[in-house]
């Protein structure tokens, strides 16, 4: 494929459709005064090699201005601020929903509007301000460095794309997505974990989790999530998995998965009279329901440590084998 027209569109890929044109006719310009008049593949590539990194180029022709986030991070920066308040966007308002649904408060329609629009704009707040210091934070130490840093060469035109290394957006989105939500109702509204049952004209729960005890471990489930976000940030920047990035990944995994075996060990996470209030509404005994979620914590646990040696392991694996 020609090189040139590759090299034009990995700078114009970069700039806002308003741009592409006027930067690909100019571009063209400046590689064409650049080379002989019947240049070689070889005059080709030292000319190209010459200008550089095509996405250095582009920051020639996108005027746009952009302040706390820098350029180099600022694409990604939408994108991650654009899904993490959109998430959190629809847990709020579902949250406020539900609530209503089981115990509508005084005050009609006005109030579920009230409740509804408060809910929607604290939780779009507070997730474009977790974004927002998180991505300031990496630029500002220079922990997540861009691949456009590194030393680039006019191989990269013709280098296909697809590597062992690199880390696909979708995985970065979909653990935002799932911690996210977990985090916001463990935060918001513990109390939905629970047994609903009806009783006359009102919705009654019996909660699964120990409210008070959960406020103990709230801290750190919040400092867990903030991990989890920062990396999934990070892997959005760089793309690609390096030792620094598998190093941070392997903490948060350690941390959370140790976070989840002490919540979920001694069982002290759990409402203590769960079964005893469920059996009483159901055809079930307090020890069959109690034997069931002795299985179903073990199950879980299986599950942690399981996923969890799996997402600490692969990064490295994927390093030793590049």
């Known amino acids: 494929m020609d090189l040139i027209y590759l090299n034009i569109n990995a700078v114009t890929e970069h700039l806002p459709d308003t741009k592409k044109e006027e930067a690909a006719l100019d571009l063209r310009t400046k590689i064409d005064a650049r080379l002989p008049s019947d240049p070689s593949a070889e005059d080709i590539k030292k000319v190209l090699q010459e200008m550089g990194n095509p996405h250095q180029q582009a920051k020639n022709y996108d005027t746009r201005q952009r302040y706390l986030i820098g350029p180099d991070y600022y694409d990604g920066y939408l994108a991650m601020l654009k899904l993490v308040v959109g998430i959190l966007i629809t847990v709020m308002a579902i949250i406020t929903v539900l609530i209503w649904i089981i115990n509508p408060p005084g005050g009609g329609i006005v109030q579920f509007i009230i409740d509804l629009i408060t809910g929607i704009v604290g939780g779009a707040v507070q997730a474009a301000a ?55 109702i463990l935060y918001f509204r513990p109390e939905l974990f629970s047994f609903f049952y009806k009783s006359g004209d009102a919705w009654v ?43 941070a990944n392997a903490v948060k995994t350690i941390t959370s998965m140790g976070l989840s075996l002490v919540m979920l060990w001694n069982r002290a996470i759990i409402n203590p009279a769960f079964s005893t209030e469920v059996s009483q509404r159901v055809s079930f005994s307090a020890a069959s329901i109690e034997r069931s979620i002795e299985i179903g914590v073990w199950v879980i646990i299986g599950i942690i440590i399981v996923a969890s040696l799996i997402d600490l392991i692969t990064p490295f694996v994927k390093i030793s084998r590049k």
Do not use: C, Y
């Open 205 to 247: 729960t019996i909660p699964f989790l120990n409210l008070e005890r959960l406020q103990d471990f709230m801290p750190f489930i919040l400092i867990i999530a903030l991990l989890e976000l920062t990396v999934a940030i990070w892997q959005l920047i760089t793309r690609r998995w390096n030792l620094s990035l598998a190093i």
């Open 130 to 184: 977790w974004v927002t210091v998180i991505f300031v934070i990496l630029e500002r130490t220079g922990t997540a460095v861009p691949p456009l840093h590194q030393n680039w060469t006019i191989v990269e035109l013709t280098k296909a794309k697809p590597d062992r290394l690199l880390i696909k957006r979708s995985d970065s989105f979909i653990s935002v997505f799932f911690t996210i939500i977990f985090a916001a």
